[in-house]
């Protein structure tokens, strides 16, 4: 298996002093290339913060991650926004759009902080992907709660990142809205070849990923591949 994200044996707190907590517990565990991995749990299992780790968003405490070939352990702050913005697409339940910037600006900041020429071209392109060509010009508050979280989506994979991962991206969305952002979600995946992690409490979610990690209690309970059925 080539490997696109890889834990070895991550212990992870938050807080400080006496309220300190123990986050995840000694999770080893690797993601193919191009698999899609759904992590599930009871709420306080240590979901997001797993997301996050592989994200370095957050920094282990010990054991080693690894992502796309890049040891995360011991890197800047500089360094791994760096290897953020190339390498991996992040989507947020709660869309994290610039409020004073319209679509295509919040699309194209990860371009621009990059220093792209093309940042507004390749944000236009990315729109349209994600069926918002006629809204570029809107600000957030001027869209649907499905069309920021498509706006955002856009944003995530504008730079085409060979990893993506959502943290509950359809919390704040109705079922209808939600079952178009996954659909939309696994086309693009599927259609770049990207590698995609996903936090979410819905089954349904889940069981379109290739594999369902459930934790508990900051540790894998499970690790289940999805049974192929047949037609």
């Not at 902080?113 to 918002?132: K, N, P, Q, T, Y």
């Amino acid at each position: 298996m080539v490997k696109a994200i890889e834990l070895e044996n991550v212990d992870l707190s938050l807080g400080r002093g006496a309220s300190r907590v123990h986050i995840l517990k000694g999770i080893s565990l690797a993601v193919a290339h191009g698999e899609a991995v759904g992590l599930v749990g009871p709420s306080g299992s240590g979901k997001s913060t797993l997301l996050m780790a592989m994200a370095g968003l957050e920094q282990a405490d010990s054991g080693k991650i690894v992502v796309d070939g890049q040891n995360l352990s011991g890197m800047s702050e500089d360094a791994l926004a760096r290897f953020r913005g190339r390498r991996i697409g992040i989507v947020f339940q709660s869309f994290h759009l610039i409020p004073t910037m319209t679509a295509v600006e919040n699309v194209a900041v990860p371009l621009e902080l990059a220093g792209a020429r093309d940042a507004f071209e390749r944000a236009r392109a990315e729109l349209d992907a994600v069926g918002l060509g006629g809204r570029m010009q809107h600000y957030p508050a001027e869209l649907s709660g499905g069309e920021q979280q498509r706006v955002a989506l856009a944003r995530a994979l504008v730079a085409d990142p060979a990893i993506l991962v959502a943290d509950e991206p359809t919390g704040n969305l109705d079922e209808t809205t939600g079952g178009q952002i996954v659909d939309l979600l696994f086309d693009l995946k599927r259609d770049r070849g990207a590698t995609l992690v996903l936090v979410t409490h819905d089954p349904a979610l889940a069981a379109r990923c290739d594999r369902t990690i459930r934790l508990r209690s900051g540790m894998i309970e499970s690790d289940r591949a999805r049974v192929a059925t047949a037609v």
